[in-house]
RNA sequence: GGGUCGUUAGCUCAGCUGGUAGAGCACCGGGCUUUUAACCCGAUGGUCAUAGGUUCGAAUCCUAUACGACCCA
C-alpha cells in the first residue's frame, strides 16, 4: 500500500504541468492500464435507469425482495453518498449499494480509488431502501470508462453560461434542465415532420450551397468551390428549390433543415438556424393560417400536453383561435393617433416614420416605409398568437399580389411574445410578374442594399413551363423551442451555439487544435 | 456599433476606504457505513482574464485588450 502510495507521487510530478486533480485522475488511469483493458466495451446492460424507478418505485421493500428483479445498468457516477453510487443514464438516475462486507476485498478497494464522472456498469437485484429510494444491490460492477476531468459541484452545477455554451458536453451532463429543452426540440420537430407526412407532404433535400441565393432577402455566406473555380452562398433559405419541385409535380413538399445569414448574433439570431418550410398546391395562404393553427396547437396538445404557454411573465392561450388582422389593421390599432391617410400617402407616411425616428432611405417606396412603422411600434406588441397579413408587395418579391388590391401581397407573418415565428403566402406563379419583381431586387442592390435579391433566371425558366397555385411557409424552428420551452436566448435551444472564439483557438499546434481552458 | 456589468481554487461564490488569498462542494488522508446537497476530523490546492500604469505596497485604483451577460440602435 505505502509502495503504491509513493507511485502515486511519482506520477502525480510527471503531470505536474497540469491540474492536480486531473494528474491524480491520469494516474489512476496509468494503473488501471497496467492491470489490463483500462477501456472495456464488454458491458451489456438490459435497463434504464429512469424504467426501473417507474416499473418498480410503486413496490415494497419487502415486494422487491421477493421479486428478485436483476437489472444490468450502466451509466455516469454523479455522487456518492455513503455506502451509495448515484449513476445517471440517458434517462434518469438510480442509485447502487456497496456492500463492503460482502463484496470481494479488492473490488472494494478499486471502487475507492473511482471518481465522480467514472462510468461503470452495474448489476444486481433491485433493492429499496429505508428511505424509500430504490437501489441496486451491487453484486457485480466494472469501471468502464475513466473520467479525467473532474465535473462541477453537484449542487449548483455548471451555471456559468459562457462554458454551459462551449462544453455543452458538461452542461448536459450536470443540468437535467438543459436535457429536457434539447429533448423537447427532437420533440417538437419530430411532430411537426410526422404531422407534415400524415398530410401527404414529401420531405426532400435541396441544396445548401447556392450558385444563386434566393428565397430570402439576407446576406449569404460566400465559399468557393475549387474544382469549378466558382463562388457558392450557403443559402439563406430552400424556398425557390421548393418551388422548383412544385413545378415538378411535387404538390406537397417539405423540408427541415438549416439556413445561413450572416448577419449579427443575439438573442434571437445564431448565424446558422433551422426552418420548416412547407409548399401546398391548389392552397391559398388562407388555408396556412388554418393549417399553422392546427399544427401549432397540435404542439402544445401532443408535446406540451397544454394549451395554455408560459413563457416569462407572460401566458399565451392557444386553445383561442388566433388573431387575425393586416399590417394597416395592426398599425391603427396600436397608433390609435394615426389615420388611414397618415399611412397610404407616400408624403404623410415618411413623416410618421421620420416622427418616429427611423431613418428613411432615397429607394423606400410607401409600402417598405409602412413595414418600417409596424416593426417599430406594432412587432414587439403581438404577444398573443397573432397573424399579421396583407403585406405590402414592395416587401414581398415572392409573394402573389392581392386581387382586389395589387399594392399588397396574399401573405401573413405569425407573432407570437412579439416575435415573428412563421411567414406564408399564396406563391407568384406568374412568372412575368416574377421577373418584374426580381429587377426590383436588383435594382435595389445595385443601390446598395447587399441583402436584396438576385435574378434568378432558372427560377423564371421553371416558373414558365407553369407552377400550380400554391401556398407556402417556413417557421423557425428555433425560436419556436424558444417559445415552447420557455428559453429566453436562442442559445439555450441550439446545441452548439456560435461563440466567438479565443485568440488561438483553432488553430493548429503540435498537440492538435488548441482548446478551450 | 454604443452603454452598463462581469472574469478570484476543478465548480459555486466571499474578499470593506490599497497592507500580501478565503468559504462550501470536489479532490487527498483518516473515521463512519442504508445514504438523500450523506456526515465527522485533518491536509492540499491560486499567473486574482491578459498587458501596462499609479504606489513603499494592487485581487482592490487607472488605461488598454480579450471573452461573456444584459440593455439600446
Redesign the pocket.
Known amino acids: 500500500?505505502t509502495n503504491e502510495?509513493q507511485t502515486?507521487n511519482q506520477n502525480v510530478d510527471q503531470y505536474i504541468d497540469e491540474?492536480?486533480?486531473?494528474a491524480?485522475?491520469r494516474t489512476?488511469l496509468k494503473m488501471l492500464r497496467e492491470k489490463g483493458n483500462a477501456f472495456p466495451n464488454s458491458f451489456r446492460r438490459d435497463s434504464y435507469a429512469q424504467d426501473l424507478q417507474e416499473k418498480l418505485s410503486d413496490k415494497s421493500k419487502e415486494e422487491l425482495v421477493e421479486l428478485k428483479h436483476f437489472a444490468k445498468v450502466a451509466g455516469r457516477i454523479m455522487?456518492?453518498?455513503?455506502?451509495?453510487l448515484?449513476m445517471q443514464d440517458m434517462t434518469g438516475r438510480i442509485?447502487t449499494?456497496?456492500?463492503?462486507k460482502k463484496l470481494p476485498k479488492d473490488l472494494v478497494q478499486d471502487i475507492?480509488?473511482w471518481?465522480?464522472?467514472d462510468i461503470i456498469g452495474v448489476e444486481g437485484p433491485i433493492?429499496?431502501?429505508?428511505?424509500?429510494?430504490?437501489?441496486i444491490?451491487m453484486q457485480s460492477v466494472v469501471l468502464l470508462t475513466k473520467s479525467l476531468?473532474?465535473?462541477?459541484?453537484?449542487?449548483?452545477?455548471?451555471?456559468?453560461?459562457?462554458?454551459?455554451?462551449?462544453q455543452r458536453y458538461v452542461d448536459l451532463i450536470?443540468n437535467a434542465e438543459s436535457r429536457k429543452v434539447f429533448a423537447m426540440r427532437t420533440q417538437i420537430i419530430q411532430y411537426l415532420r410526422e404531422f407534415l407526412l400524415a398530410r401527404s407532404f414529401v420531405e426532400v433535400e435541396t441544396p445548401m450551397m447556392q450558385v444563386i441565393p434566393g428565397g430570402a432577402t439576407a446576406r449569404p455566406f460566400e465559399t468557393h468551390h475549387n474544382a469549378l473555380d466558382i463562388p457558392l452562398y450557403m443559402r439563406v433559405a430552400p424556398e425557390l428549390y421548393l418551388k422548383r419541385l412544385v413545378v415538378g409535380g411535387v404538390e406537397r413538399v417539405f423540408e427541415i433543415n438549416r439556413n445561413f445569414r450572416n448577419e449579427?448574433?443575439?438573442?434571437h439570431h445564431n448565424p446558422e438556424f433551422t426552418m420548416v418550410e412547407f409548399y401546398q398546391a391548389y392552397a391559398d395562404y388562407h388555408d396556412l393560417m388554418d393549417l399553422t393553427e392546427e399544427m401549432l396547437r397540435g404542439i402544445c396538445n401532443e408535446v406540451l400536453s397544454t394549451t395554455s404557454i408560459q413563457y416569462g411573465d407572460d401566458t399565451y392561450d392557444f386553445s383561442k383561435p388566433f388573431a387575425r388582422m393586416t399590417v394597416k389593421e395592426s398599425i391603427l390599432h396600436f397608433n390609435p393617433k394615426l389615420t388611414e391617410a397618415d399611412l397610404d400617402n407616400f408624403g404623410n407616411a415618411k413623416i410618421v416614420a421620420e416622427n418616429l425616428?427611423?431613418?428613411t432611405k432615397e429607394s423606400y417606396g410607401l409600402g417598405k416605409i409602412q413595414i418600417e412603422i409596424f416593426e417599430k411600434t406594432v412587432e414587439g406588441k403581438l404577444k398573443d398568437p397573432t397573424f399579421i397579413t396583407a403585406y405590402p408587395t414592395e416587401v414581398s418579391p415572392l409573394a402573389r399580389r392581392n386581387d382586389e388590391n395589387p399594392f399588397v401581397t396574399d401573405r401573413f407573418e405569425f407573432f407570437v411574445g412579439g416575435h415573428e415565428l412563421a411567414n406564408g403566402f399564396s406563391e407568384l406563379n406568374d412568372p412575368e410578374d416574377q421577373a418584374e419583381r426580381f429587377e426590383a431586387q436588383v435594382a435595389e442592390k445595385d443601390a446598395g442594399d447587399d441583402e436584396a435579391m438576385h435574378y434568378d433566371e432558372d427560377y423564371i425558366h421553371a416558373l414558365e413551363y407553369g407552377m400550380p397555385p400554391t401556398a407556402g411557409e417556413g417557421v423557425g424552428i428555433d425560436r419556436l423551442v424558444m417559445l415552447f420551452t420557455n428559453s429566453?436566448?436562442i442559445?439555450d435551444v441550439i446545441l452548439f451555439?456560435h461563440?466567438?472564439?479565443?485568440?488561438g483557438v483553432g488553430e493548429l499546434s503540435s498537440k492538435g487544435i488548441k482548446a478551450v481552458k
Open positions: 500500500m502510495k502515486q491540474n492536480k486533480l486531473i491524480q485522475r489512476k455522487a456518492r453518498r455513503g455506502p451509495f448515484v442509485q449499494y456497496i456492500d463492503r475507492d480509488t471518481d465522480i464522472g433493492h429499496k431502501s429505508g428511505k424509500g429510494d430504490l437501489y444491490m476531468r473532474p465535473l462541477p459541484e453537484k449542487f449548483h452545477g455548471l451555471t456559468d453560461t459562457e462554458k454551459r455554451y462551449r450536470m449579427g448574433l443575439s438573442t425616428g427611423i431613418p429566453h436566448t442559445r451555439p461563440m466567438k472564439p479565443y485568440p
